[in-house]
C-alpha cells in the first residue's frame, strides 16, 4: 500500500510537471504563421478547411491574417482575431489590448 501511495505521487507530479514545463496554452502562439499545404484530393480537414486564419504576431504584438492551404501548420491559428486575443493575449492585464502597454505573454 505504501508503495502505491508513493507511485501514484511520483506519476502525479509527473503530470503536472508535464503541464506547467513549456507546454502551456502560450507556447504555440509564439509560433510562426504555417501556410500548410493543400490537402490531397478527398483528405480536407472539415475543422479547418482553407481560407484566412489569425496568428498571433509577437513581432507586431497584434492577431494578424495569414493564408491557411487546408492541412498541415501548426496551433497558432484560429477563425477570427477575437479568439486569437483571447488565448494568447496577456492575461490579467489592466488594458487587454496589444501593442507595446500590453504585449503578448513571453
Given at each position: 500500500m505504501k508503495s502505491f501511495v508513493i507511485i501514484s505521487f511520483i506519476v502525479s507530479s509527473l503530470f503536472v510537471i508535464g503541464i506547467y514545463s513549456g507546454s502551456n496554452d502560450?507556447?504555440?502562439c509564439h509560433l510562426p504563421p504555417d501556410s500548410g499545404y493543400e490537402c490531397p484530393?478527398?483528405?480536407e480537414n472539415p475543422s479547418?478547411?482553407?481560407?484566412?486564419?489569425?496568428f498571433a504576431n509577437f513581432t507586431s504584438g497584434f492577431c494578424e491574417e495569414f493564408p491557411y492551404k487546408g492541412c498541415?501548420?501548426?496551433?497558432n491559428r484560429f477563425d477570427n482575431a477575437?479568439?486569437?486575443?483571447?488565448?494568447?493575449?496577456?492575461?490579467?492585464?489592466?488594458n487587454?489590448?496589444?501593442?507595446?502597454?500590453?504585449?503578448?505573454?513571453?
Open positions: 502560450f507556447n504555440f484530393s478527398g483528405s479547418s478547411p482553407s481560407g484566412i486564419y489569425y498541415g501548420g501548426n496551433q477575437t479568439i486569437c486575443e483571447s488565448v494568447c493575449a496577456k492575461q490579467g492585464d489592466a487587454p489590448g496589444f501593442g507595446p502597454g500590453a504585449p503578448f505573454p513571453i
